[in-house]
Every structure is written in structure tokens, then in C-alpha cells.
């Protein structure tokens, strides 16, 4: 079936919303944050950790996926869902990201992109075409369409021709997607110029697409240019289409998408920052690589419901990350994962509180105490 | 509570016997296998993966825990249960065997062992009393006495020389010995020479232990040999005690072992194999990095009931082991445990029934076909 969604409810004060997805593998709500699974497994968890956490969708790479064990193999097994054993719906990105940030590609033209494979070098090209044939084999839930990934900060014009090139581009993904229980979506481009975003976000919808998504917003802008950039694309999405901010897992990104109408979120973040030693915590950050930690015999956090938090000290998390034992990364990924995920739990209860400002102003005191958050770079949240 | 043995019944044709252990966390039936968790994690494995392979006792070693985090760290922590949270017995070790092959001593006196950590060369000094100390601070449910672990071959002058000085550091272990919920066990040397290993056992004795180990069959010795010690062993050990047979799990010998009267194995086999791509099998070992094993859609064993076999197939498995994903190592950890635990399963019924002979036939005709197994060494499966 193609994804619904069900808008709820709108937060008072703000683009804030209540919603859900209807999708193949049941109902979810949103706000939500989906754990990102690269190469068919979420680096750290299995899928009963998966469920643990309570993920909705979760997100899966095909530029990974195309490479190694290719589309076809993933086929041959069943599918996505099949191969990883993941009862969540699957949402696929299109490549293009990993294409432009891994195989930095030199020859982009108008039928697409050539470059060399990061793992071993090999001459690959990828098309809008070829991006949504992947995925149809993927038979991912949700499909993206391949859209160009600009460097920022750009000129006005080149950022207008990528534009134009873009909605060329899912034009004609859509053309050739075939796949009857899988939805596609629509990436808005645009900069940091509004009218871009605007134009880019209606052209999107004068093709039709199952979703909405947003990209180009954590390349290395400032967190105020970041929101903007979600602000004008947001303002012109239909309110009827569920809306998702690409790669973006930071807490207060999350909180300041989800204030101007953003659904769902993906990324590495948090399972990445827990393979170094790290986990959110409501007082921001804390590295379990610190000495402070060595004998504190009390949870990650006390409130929270996790596995890590319910049967382990930061003693305990600190000697396994310490000596790098797997168990290690491992809690702190579960941990990292169940934090932003009650992150939206939390939000979606501020939309129908109407209080979500207030809320964000209490998670910014007690994250960031007096820092200035907002100067902070976007940068390196993809993945 | 000091560890009970019950003897339930000794199977008809070969020495080997069914029974339980009763400790602090429950009664369990041996033959045993116990996972180990080198330093206070069973690798690849949460505690609750830990009792979903229905895991008895579990290993964890004195050595690496006084080095990191340190046995008042973990005393701090309420013990070694509290600090990993596992509800399963816990053997500690006693150091001895990491210190001979890890930190490789060059000044081993009547008093104790002169070495240095392997970790950033600082000087050590381990004697029997404080092998002990350490143990009662780790506060596990079973200590080892300290014994010196000789290389293979050794002339029997030498083998003799060391059983004594062995005999000596049991008693005075046990004399510091001072936890009132710990069993001490006394280790059994002698290397191949029938009348050493009965002189140690005898006098083992008589100092009185709550168990007996089997110590210094796994290194580098051929099977049959290896064998044979166990043998020399087991034949002058009481039948109200039990024998543990240290650092052997290779699945061959572990069914030999209980043949001649052993009723717990521990080895890091099961999860140091997985984690270099290895899954046992009935019809032995295979490594899924093999190409053949890329659209092999089926489990790693139709027939086992670990979380690895009942939910991913071989070509899944294979694409994390071959991307180094952490899930890949895990899956097979847990199947690998599984796998071994199974096998005392079943040896406990051959026990029942009178057919363990005929069960190890059929056992090596599929795991090994026509290989001779008997002429392979036994080094390596220590940590």
C-alpha cells in the first residue's frame, strides 16, 4: 500500500503537528525519529533491539546496499524486510547523498552521475532511473527520488540549476517507479533561499509525490540558517503529506524541526557517537571515556526506560567502552537511539499540550546550560 | 553457599556421568558448558542473550579484571554480578594461566610469579594468596586455587617439581581463603605422567576442596594424549565433587571429556571463531566468508533454537561478517554458545539412555568425515 498520513493536530503556537503514517507494517505516530540501518542492520542492535527502543520506520542506505550484497541478492531473499528480518517499514534513501559525500563524483551531467565505487574504485553511474529500479528491488516501504547534493554555501544561480534539475530528475524516477506497495517521495532543494525552496517544494507536487522530503540542511550552515531552510520548505508542502528532514538527529534540530511542521527525522548520530564512548544525556553529551565516570555507579539516566539504563551502571559502560568491548557501543547505541525517540515521544504530548516553546526552552537549559547553541555547524550528521 | 555436587547416574559403558550443581543462583544439570566473559562480558553477548543460549555457569577471568578495572572497583560495585548484571554463577579463574601465557613471567619463585602487565609493562607480582584475595573481593560463586602452568613437553622431573610447588600454593590459598557464598576448587597438574596426576589429585585431597579442575591439557599436545591426561585425572578424583576440565572446547573433546568423567568445559572458542566469521555445525566448522555461503538462504543449522538460526539466514550473516558489522559477530557468538550447550544437552541424554558411544561415532562421522581428528594439536583453545 502507498504510506497515509493522518494529521492529528495541529500544536497552537507553532507549525508543530500531531500525525500518523499508515504504512504495510502498521500505524505509526509522528513526530518521529527513525533509527538508520546503513548496510541492513542498525550498527549495534538487533532487531529485537530495534523493537525495543520502539522504532517506527527505520532507514536503510541504497547506495550501501547497491554495492554490497547488491539489489538483486536483497531480491532474491524476499526483500529488505526479509533479508534483515525487520518487521518496521523500511525507508530507502536514494544514493545521492553517499554518492556526493563518499565517491565525490567529478562528471554530473543531466542523465546522471559518474563516479568511482569508495570501496574499491570501480566506475559506477548512477540515474534518477537507476536509483528508483534499486529501490523497487530493495522493496523498501518508502522509496526517495535521486536529487543533486550541492555544496554550501552556493551561488544563487547554481543553487536555481540544481533546483531545475532536481524536479527534472524525480520526473522522471517516477516515470519508471514500479512498485506497487512502495510509496516515493519528493526531495525539496533549494539553499537558503526561500524562493527556491517555494518553487522547488510546488514543482514537487505539480508531479505527485507519496511524501515530501527536505534536504541540502545540514551541509555546514549555522543552526538559525538550518531552520530557516526547514521553514521554507515546510510553508509550502500540502498539510496532507507527511514531511520528512533528511539526516538531521541532533536533539534541538529535532525539536526545532518538529516546531516548524517537520514529521520525521533520520540519523547516524546516535549510533555513531556511541561507537566513540558517547550518550545523550537531558544534561547534554557525556563521553563514558571520562575518568569522572569510573566508580559513578548510577544509570546513563535515571528516568530513562532502556535496556541500558534498567540494567547497567556508567561504571560498568565506561570499563566495556574502555577496553572497546562490543557490549560497550552496543548499550550506548540502544541507549542513544530509545533518547531521541522518547525525544519525539515527549514532543508529540507538548503538541497536545500546546506547550512545545516551553518545552524547548527547559531542554535547552538543561542541554546546553549557557551555551550558544545556535552558532553551532550542521555539519556531519549525514552519513 | 559453598556449590554441591549431586551425582544422578553414571552412564553404563564409559566413565561418564549425569548430575547437578546447586549454587547461589540455582541448580543446574551437567555435563556443562560455560561461556566466558573474559572481562566481566561475554563477548558478542548481553546478559540476556547470556541466558536466552540457557547458559549455567559463566567464566570470567581474575587476571584481566585485576588489571581493569580492578577487583575494588568491582567490590565497590557490589560484586561481579551486580557490576555485568547476570544472575548466572560465576567461576573466576585464577590469573595463573593468563600470567604464564599472556605476560610470559621469566621470574616464578616458591613465593609467586614476577611479571609484567601485558598492557603497558608495569610490574606485577601474583602469588597464591593474593590470586585468592582478589577472587574473594570479585566475590564470584567459584575461586581457583593458583597454579603454575607448565609449557608442553616437560621432563618429569620438571612436571614433578611443579605439581608440589602447585600443592603448596593450593593450600596456602586456601588458608587466606575468606568468602563465606565462594567455593574454592584445587586444579589437578601432572601433565601426561599417570602416577603425577594421581599423586596431585590425592593430594588435593587432602588439603579438601569444594571441586577439582583438570588443568594443563591444551597446550599443544596431540588429542589422544590430551586424552589420556584427562583420564590420569578424572580416575583419582572423588565421585562427590565436581570436575571441571579448564580451557577445552573444542566439541570433540568435549564429548571425550565427559566419557571420561568430566562435568564442565569452558573455552572462548565458541565466541573467538565467530568473531572471525566461523559458526560450528553438525558437519563442522564453516566459515561464512565463504563465497559459497552469498544466496544461501537458509539457516546456519535447520535444526538449533538460538536467535541466530530461528530469524537470518547464511547470506545475511555472511554480509555482516564480510561488511564487519557488529551484528555478524554476535549472531554467530550466540549460535556458537548455543551450539556447545546443546551438545552437553544431548550428552546428558546419551547419559540417560546408555548410547553416549554411539553418539560420539555418529558425531564425528559428520563433523569430521574422514579426517582424523585424533592427530590434531589441542593449543589455542585457551585466553
Redesign the interface.
Same mark, same amino acid.
Given at each position: 500500500m502507498k504510506i497515509k498520513y493522518n494529521l492529528k493536530k495541529n500544536e497552537k503556537n507553532t507549525m508543530a503537528r500531531l500525525g500518523s503514517i499508515e504504512t504495510n507494517y502498521g500505524e505509526y505516530e509522528t513526530p518521529m525519529f527513525m533509527p538508520v540501518g546503513t548496510? +541492513?542492520?542498525v550498527?549495534?542492535?538487533?532487531? $529485537?533491539e530495534i523493537d525495543d527502543v520502539k522504532s517506527g520506520i527505520i532507514l536503510a542506505n541504497t547506495y550501501h546496499l547497491w554495492l554490497?550484497?547488491g539489489e538483486d541478492?536483497i531480491s532474491? +531473499?524476499?526483500g529488505l524486510h526479509k533479508?534483515? $528480518?525487520v518487521n518496521h517499514p523500511i525507508l530507502t534513501d536514494s544514493g545521492g547523498f553517499q554518492v556526493f559525500s563518499l565517491a565525490r563524483p567529478k562528471d554530473i551531467s543531466e542523465e546522471g552521475v559518474k563516479f568511482k565505487s569508495h570501496i574499491d574504485g570501480t566506475k559506477l553511474f548512477l540515474t534518477p532511473e537507476k536509483s528508483i529500479q534499486i529501490q523497487n528491488k530493495l522493496d523498501s516501504d518508502i522509496a526517495m527520488s535521486f536529487d543533486e547534493c550541492i555544496p554550501y554555501p552556493a551561488s544563487y544561480e547554481y543553487v536555481k540549476n540544481s533546483v531545475d534539475r532536481t524536479i527534472r530528475w524525480a520526473k522522471r524516477g517516477k516515470d519508471v517507479f514500479n512498485n506497487p506497495r512502495q510509496s516515493l517521495f519528493g526531495i525539496v532543494q533549494g539553499g537558503e533561499f526561500e524562493d527556491l525552496r517555494k518553487y522547488s517544494a510546488e514543482e514537487l507536487q505539480k508531479i505527485g509525490f507519496d511524501g515530501y522530503s527536505i534536504g541540502g540542511t545540514s551541509v555546514g550552515e549555522n543552526k538559525e540558517t538550518m531552520y530557516k531552510m526547514v521553514e521554507y520548505s515546510t510553508k509550502y508542502l500540502p498539510s496532507d503529506k507527511v514531511r520528512y528532514l533528511m539526516g538531521v538527529g541532533d536533539p534541538i534540530d529535532i525539536i526545532e524541526g518538529v516546531i516548524r511542521g517537520v514529521d520525521i527525522f533520520d540519523c547516524v548520530l546516535p549510533t555513531r557517537i556511541a561507537r566513540h564512548g558517547n550518550a545523550f544525556t537531558k544534561y547534554g553529551k557525556i563521553n563514558l571515556k571520562n575518568a569522572k565516570f569510573?566508580?559513578d555507579?548510577t544509570p546513563l539516566e535515571n528516568e530513562c526506560d532502556c535496556?541500558a539504563c534498567k540494567?547497567?551502571?556508567k561504571?560498568?559502560i565506561r570499563?566495556?567502552v574502555?577496553?572497546d568491548?562490543?557490549?560497550g557501543?552496543?548499550?550506548l547505541s540502544i541507549h542513544n537511539l530509545r533518547f531521541l525517540i522518547r525525544l519525539t515521544e515527549d514532543l508529540r504530548e507538548t503538541i497536545k499540550n500546546d506547550n512545545i516553546l516551553e518545552y524547548k526552552d527547559e531542554f535547552i537549559k538543561n542541554y546546553y546550560g549557557d551555551k550558544d547553541y545556535l552558532s553551532k555547524e550542521t555539519k556531519g550528521q549525514g552519513d
Open positions: 548496510r +541492513a542492520t550498527k549495534g542492535l538487533s532487531p $529485537n554490497r550484497p541478492l532474491e +531473499a524476499g533479508f534483515m $528480518n569510573k566508580r555507579f535496556y540494567n547497567f551502571t561504571a560498568y570499563h566495556l574502555t577496553l568491548e562490543m557490549l557501543a552496543r548499550l
